[in-house]
């Protein structure tokens, strides 16, 4: 199973929106809602952004946002901020009971 | 205090074993399944292995298949992973975290981390 095909590096102004995809395959994107994004700062555990493509944990700042169109699922961060400097990885279930990830994209806030 | 604490990690010589613990606290441990991912250093994440709430089921990726072993002690609210045969790219931060379910299924989703137990392989 290859990971997700995510960018390595996106980038915004402080303000600006900015969107990063993650693309799999109809096994996994595709196939089933089940994408989630998770945000990792330097040194830190990653946290959870956004579950079930679309939905936003308590506490996460309505500023993240998913969706998912085809094989591809997006998270956009809207309004950028400084804290919003970190790493970014998309997650699906995949055919047969497994679990993958991207490949990871470092959001820069110039 | 809802918390998942890794223990366990080390230096290990290649072919060597090593077992990792993961302690929960705060939550009902058998409302989750339960799941080990890693990060080797500087790279993105790889998932390991889920056990579900029960223990009766579990999975793993094809690069640790055969070699590493999810177990879980309900009683103890803990989970563990035993690694055996390791190699040089099974080098990374190990995490514990949960998955979320219903009475039926797992909701697919990592909504708690510890905060990962470093295992070094080097000869």
């Known amino acids: 199973q290859s990971a997700l095909t995510q960018p390595p590096s996106a980038s915004g102004s402080p303000g600006q929106s900015v969107t990063i995809s993650c693309t799999g395959t109809?096994?996994?994107?595709?196939?089933?809602?089940?994408v989630s994004w998770y945000q990792q700062h330097p040194n830190e555990a990653p946290k959870l952004l956004i579950y079930e493509v679309i939905k936003r944990p308590s506490g996460v700042p309505d500023r993240f946002s998913g969706s998912k169109s085809g094989n591809t699922a997006s998270l956009t961060v809207s309004g950028l901020q400084a804290e919003d400097e970190a790493d970014y990885f998309c997650s699906s279930y995949a055919d047969v009971n497994k679990l993958i990830f991207g490949g990871g994209t470092k959001l820069t806030v110039l | 205090q809802v918390q998942l604490v890794e223990s366990g990690g080390g230096l290990v010589k290649p072919g060597g074993s090593l077992r990792l613990s993961c302690a929960a606290s705060?939550?009902?441990?058998?409302?989750?399944?339960m799941t080990w991912i890693r990060q080797a250093p500087g790279k993105g994440l790889e998932w390991v292995t889920y056990?579900?709430?029960?223990?009766?089921?579990?999975y793993y990726a094809a690069s640790v298949e055969g070699r590493f072993t999810i177990s879980r002690d309900n009683a103890r609210t803990s989970v563990f992973l035993h690694m055996n045969s390791l190699r040089l790219e099974d080098a990374a931060v190990y995490y514990c975290?949960?998955?979320?379910?219903?009475?039926?299924?797992?909701?697919?989703?990592?909504?708690?981390w510890g905060r990962g137990s470093l295992v070094t392989v080097s000869s």
């Open positions: 109809s096994s996994d994107v595709g196939g089933y809602n089940y």
């Open positions: 056990i579900s709430s029960s223990g009766n089921t579990n």
């Open positions: 975290a949960r998955i979320p379910r219903n009475n039926w299924q797992a909701y697919w989703y990592f909504d708690l």
């Open positions: 705060g939550f009902t441990f058998t409302d989750y399944y």
